[in-house]
């Protein structure tokens, strides 16, 4: 019997030792998520922390500056906190808003839509001459006007997507022909009336006086909130990943009621609940649905992530680029509605100013990062209140309309410069 004395004996297999300290770590390795709810308040506490060191900061700084500017415009004025202007702040956020959730999709995508101001206006200015010139049924002409700002917007996308312009320039040329198209429409006397009693003057005009509107609107938010809650804890438990425990879901649900039902009491101190805000928000939810929940959101979020990795993955690059420059055209014309129910007309003026800043600022303020791949449509129903919350103190007070602007200039960069800092954080971390 020989032996081989070629073979190393680092090369025999070996039987597996049992190595305690081995085995106990393998016991241990718990994810840290789960580790978070079981340590309770303490565990929160170091996963917040966690969180601001790796620059995962959310809404909190604006949830934290709309807190700020509250106690501030408060303290000067008490009339600012009260039901007839937080009402009417409501109100008048709702047409910019509006823009700003269309705003939201298109910097998901790291692109930017410069037009949406010219189009909100055209739809104004289509809507008025259909209707009031032409005598069309103000719900055709209201359906055409929304429908026209669709074209647009598509027509953006196109030359973007197929015919490789960049957004910024393609949406530029439409911030100036746009605008050129609406006075062309509106003719030389340049304002046009609507009906003081017509459909488009509701919409911001209109107000369900019945105190149960109101409070039936909070009760259906804060029941929805706490049902998807309790179902997606549900289907994470199922599919044994992370989930919150139903203590958690009571305590959010809770947090989230009591603002719910505070808004409800000064609305129902005012006039009562405004239909302007029960569309808002009916679109941001159901935007939010679309962007967070559907297969089509996840495309978005993928193109704003890698261009190159979204196409090498099967996504149709130049389809979802288009439909979210129509998405954008299509919000634009329908804040522009709602903006010239404010003024029950369209005139030259409609689209023009800072609205086309003030939307984009709205977006980003809110949490919509300028580099694409993040951004929530609740960005622009923050980031709305952040400006027009600013704008209403400012007016309460009588300062001059250029504070104001500066003022919202350097909210807009200190958000910016969060974004940036949280981005680099997070690449820091191995989070970005």
Do not use: C
Not at 172 to 177: I, V
Not at 300 to 306: H, I, Q, T
């Amino acid at each position: 019997m020989t032996t081989d004395l070629s073979k190393d004996p680092q090369d025999t297999p070996q039987e597996p030792e049992d190595t305690p300290q081995a085995a106990a770590a393998a016991v241990t390795a718990v994810d840290p998520r789960l580790l978070v709810r079981q340590e309770g308040f303490a565990g929160y506490w170091s996963e917040f922390r966690r969180k601001l060191r790796s620059g995962e900061l959310g809404s909190l700084p604006v949830v934290v500056g709309l807190i700020i500017i509250g106690l501030v415009f408060q303290l000067r004025d008490s009339a600012f906190l009260g039901a007839e202007n937080l009402s009417n702040l409501f109100v008048t956020a709702a047409g910019t808003g509006l823009i700003a959730v269309g705003i939201v999709f298109v910097l998901i995508l790291g692109e930017i839509d410069l037009s949406v101001g010219s189009v909100s206006g055209l739809a104004a200015a289509t809507f008025a001459v259909l209707n009031v010139n032409h005598g069309m049924p103000e719900w055709l002409a209201l359906v055409v006007a929304i429908l026209s700002g669709t074209v647009v917007g598509a027509l953006h996308g196109f030359f973007f997507a197929r015919i490789g312009v960049p957004a910024f320039v393609v949406t530029l040329a439409g911030l100036l022909g746009w605008n050129g198209l609406m006075l062309q429409v509106l003719g030389s006397n340049g304002t046009i009336n609507l009906d003081d009693s017509g459909l488009v003057a509701g919409l911001t005009n209109h107000y369900f006086s019945d105190v149960a509107a109101a409070y039936g609107l909070a009760t259906l938010s804060v029941v929805a909130f706490l049902l998807v809650s309790l179902r997606d804890a549900k289907r994470r438990e199922a599919a044994g990943v992370p989930s919150r425990p139903v203590s958690e879901i009571v305590l959010r649900t809770a947090a989230l009621a009591v603002p719910a039902y505070v808004v409800a009491w000064l609305f129902n101190e005012y006039k009562g609940l405004p239909m302007a805000v029960v569309i808002f928000l009916g679109v941001v939810v159901a935007l939010d649905f679309v962007l967070r929940r559907t297969s089509y959101g996840r495309k978005v979020f993928a193109l704003g992530g890698s261009v190159e990795a979204a196409s090498r993955a099967g996504i149709n690059v130049a389809a979802v680029r288009i439909s979210v420059f129509a998405l954008s055209g299509t919000m634009a014309a329908l804040g522009g509605m709602f903006l010239a129910s404010q003024i029950n007309a369209a005139n030259q003026s409609s689209g023009a100013g800072s609205l086309l800043m003030n939307a984009i600022a709205a977006a980003v303020i809110g949490g919509t990062s300028l580099f694409g791949g993040r951004g929530k449509t609740w960005s622009a129903l923050l980031g709305v209140l952040v400006i027009q919350s600013i704008a209403s103190g400012m007016a309460l007070l009588g300062i001059a309309s250029a504070v104001q602007y500066m003022i919202t200039g350097a909210v807009l960069l200190a958000a910016v410069v969060i974004d940036s800092v949280s981005r680099r954080t997070q690449k820091t971390a191995g989070r970005a």
